[in-house]
């Protein structure tokens, strides 16, 4: 991003606001924001705006290729100031953590399509999804917690007695389980 970001809004003869510096300063923080924190960060920044200014500056950020809008399925639009490359995106399913990748050969491959159709191809999306290692490392935890029942703050110690207690639960529960099916009778009475 150019240093000084006025100027850069007068050399694309774009009518330099408060409004617009701000959101250009809060995707250039941020990248892959979404429009709501975009507001939230101008709103500390400046005070009062509206979220359709914020909208009506990101537009007219993006139609001057300042910065970039995407959208991965599912997912609200997000903006980042990384223009004038092929860069791609690792979006985690979990979380919806969204960063960048290079183009995986050479300069561009992805834009040149095997039949172009007569189309003159500019720019090309591609988003790989995933989990992040965040992500990876808290199912691994949860699964563990959730198979015992255990508080986020339980201890390796914690966990093994618990395993044992419920194994102990569990051998409990069978024995009266076999208990009653040897005499349905007493079942049939209790109801």
Not at 57 to 77: K, N, Y
Not at 167 to 172: L, N, P
Request: net charge positive; hydrophobic share 35%; proline share 4%.
């Amino acid at each position: 991003m150019v240093n000084d970001a006025a100027d850069l809004l007068r050399q694309r003869g774009i009518q330099v606001t408060a409004q617009r510096l701000a959101v250009l300063r809060a995707v250039s923080g941020e990248p892959h924001i979404t429009a709501d924190a975009v507001a939230e960060a101008v709103r500390a920044e400046i005070g009062a705006i509206s979220l359709q200014s914020v909208y009506d500056a990101l537009g007219v950020l993006v139609t001057e290729g300042l910065i970039r809008r995407i959208q991965p399925a599912g997912s609200p639009a997000r903006f980042e100031d990384r223009v004038g490359d092929n860069h791609h995106h690792l979006i985690c399913r979990v979380c919806g953590r969204v960063v960048d990748v290079d183009c995986a050969v050479g300069k561009a491959p992805c834009l040149t399509a095997h039949d172009d159709n007569g189309y003159q191809i500019d720019e090309a999306e591609v988003a790989y999804w995933g989990r992040c290692p965040d992500c990876q490392r808290k199912s691994k935890t949860s699964s563990v917690r959730q198979k015992v029942r255990l508080k986020p703050d339980t201890t390796v110690a914690d966990t093994t007695d618990a395993m044992h207690a419920k194994a102990s639960k569990g051998a409990r529960a069978k024995s009266t389980a076999r208990s009653l099916q040897r005499s349905p009778k007493r079942i049939a009475r209790t109801r």
